[in-house]
């Protein structure tokens, strides 16, 4: 999903899987609630970022790492590929001699 604000979405589908994400994303330090329906559209379920100039590169790179773990754990379609749009638009979002980290919030 494109994004033009700093709201990141990542849509996993499922909501039981969408809760399974949230709460392994949790156990690995990263905050997120997921967003299901009624909040969204049935099968549309997704967890977000919201992309700060706060955060550092290594915040960053350890959330993509545990989204990376996540996806294998859990088999998540086109997961790989909306990460890898995700971190196009965080470098275009953020200016180099930013930092910059995710906040994951519902």
Not at 5 to 13: A, E, L, N, T
Not at 31 to 41: A, D, L, M
Request: aromatic share 6%; hydrophobic share 35%.
């Amino acid at each position: 999903v494109k994004s033009d604000s700093q709201i990141v979405p990542i849509i996993i589908g499922e909501s039981k899987k969408t809760l399974d994400v949230g709460k392994f994303m949790l156990k690995n330090g990263i905050f997120v609630q997921p967003i299901r329906f009624p909040t969204v559209k049935k099968n549309s379920a997704r967890i977000r970022f919201s992309i700060t100039a706060w955060h550092t590169k290594k915040q960053i790179n350890d959330t993509l790492s545990i989204l990376e773990k996540c996806n294998k754990k859990f088999k998540i379609s086109q997961m790989d590929q909306q990460v890898n749009l995700q971190l196009q638009q965080l470098q275009q979002l953020c200016p180099m001699q930013c930092q910059q980290q995710l906040i994951l919030y519902s």
